[in-house]
C-alpha cells in the first residue's frame, strides 16, 4: 500500500540550513508536495514538483526529487526562527483526478535564535 | 480570493448534540475534501466530493454525514460524537483534471475546525 516517511524532528540553529527528507512508496505519483503547519493553523503549500523534475527551486526552497530511490528533500537556506513549523511531504495518489494526498507523519523543525 | 473558509474555528459539543461544520471557497474548484488531524498527526482523508458528488468516503462513521449543497460550499454533519472525535477537522479544495489531464493536484486547505467532544 502507499506510504510516506519522515523523520519526527530537526532543530537548527537561525541562519543555518535545514533538510527535510522524505521517502515515499507510490512510483505512479505525478506531483509531490511539501505543506508547512504552524500551531493551531491550517496546511500552507509550500511547493510541489512534478515527478519528471530532479530539482525545483524557489528563493529560499529547493526541493530534489531521486525518483529511482523515490526520496524527496526539502533544503531551507538561511533558516529563520519564523520557519519553525510541522513540515508534510505529500505523494497523489494513483491516477484519479481526485488529488487525493497521502501525507508523511510530518517532521517538527525547531529553529534556535 | 484563495482563500477556504471555515466556521466555526472551535466547537464543544456534548455526545448527544447535533452540530454542522462549515466550508467555503470562491475558487472555482470542483473538488472539495474533509480531513480530520489529530495533534501531532498528519491529516486523514474523510471524504472528497468531485462535482459536487461524493466519490470517496473513506470508511468513515455515519455519525459524520457530509453535504456538498453546491460547487461552493462543504458542510460536515456531526450527531452522537465520541471523545475521541475531538480534532482538527480540515476543509481543503482543489482544481480537478480535464478529460484525462490532471491539474497539479494541489490542496488549498482552510485553517480548520477544533472539535472537543465531552
Known amino acids: 500500500g502507499e506510504d510516506v516517511e519522515q523523520s519526527l524532528f530537526l532543530s537548527v540553529r537561525e541562519g543555518d540550513s535545514s533538510v527535510i527528507n522524505c521517502t515515499y512508496t507510490d512510483s505512479s505519483s505525478t506531483y509531490l508536495y511539501w505543506y508547512k503547519q504552524e500551531p493551531g493553523a491550517g496546511l500552507q503549500l509550500l511547493t510541489y514538483?512534478?515527478?519528471?523534475?530532479d530539482m525545483k527551486q524557489d528563493q529560499r526552497l529547493t526541493v530534489l526529487l531521486n525518483k529511482k530511490d523515490k526520496h524527496l528533500s526539502l533544503r531551507i537556506a538561511d533558516t529563520q526562527t519564523g520557519d519553525s513549523a510541522i513540515y508534510f511531504c505529500?505523494?497523489?495518489?494513483?491516477?484519479?483526478?481526485?488529488?487525493?494526498?497521502?501525507f508523511g507523519q510530518g517532521t517538527t523543525l525547531q529553529v534556535k535564535p | 480570493d484563495t482563500e477556504v473558509t471555515q466556521t466555526p474555528k472551535h466547537l464543544v459539543m456534548g455526545m448527544t448534540n447535533k452540530k454542522s461544520l462549515k466550508c467555503e471557497q470562491h475558487m472555482g474548484h470542483r473538488a472539495m475534501y474533509w480531513y480530520k488531524q489529530k495533534a501531532k498527526k498528519p491529516p486523514e482523508l474523510m471524504f472528497v466530493y468531485s462535482y459536487e458528488k461524493l466519490s470517496i468516503n473513506e470508511s468513515v462513521p455515519s455519525r459524520f454525514s457530509p453535504e456538498c449543497p453546491n460547487s461552493s460550499l462543504l458542510n460536515l454533519h456531526l450527531h452522537a460524537l465520541q471523545p475521541e472525535d475531538s480534532a482538527l477537522y480540515l476543509c481543503?479544495?482543489?482544481?480537478?483534471?480535464?478529460?484525462?489531464?490532471?491539474?497539479?493536484?494541489?490542496?488549498?486547505f482552510g485553517e480548520g475546525s477544533r472539535l472537543t467532544v465531552l
Open positions: 505529500a505523494e497523489s495518489w494513483g491516477s484519479s483526478n481526485t488529488g487525493k494526498l497521502i
Open positions: 514538483i512534478f515527478s519528471n523534475m
Open positions: 481543503a479544495s482543489s482544481q480537478v483534471g480535464l478529460a484525462g489531464l490532471r491539474g497539479t493536484g494541489e490542496l488549498f
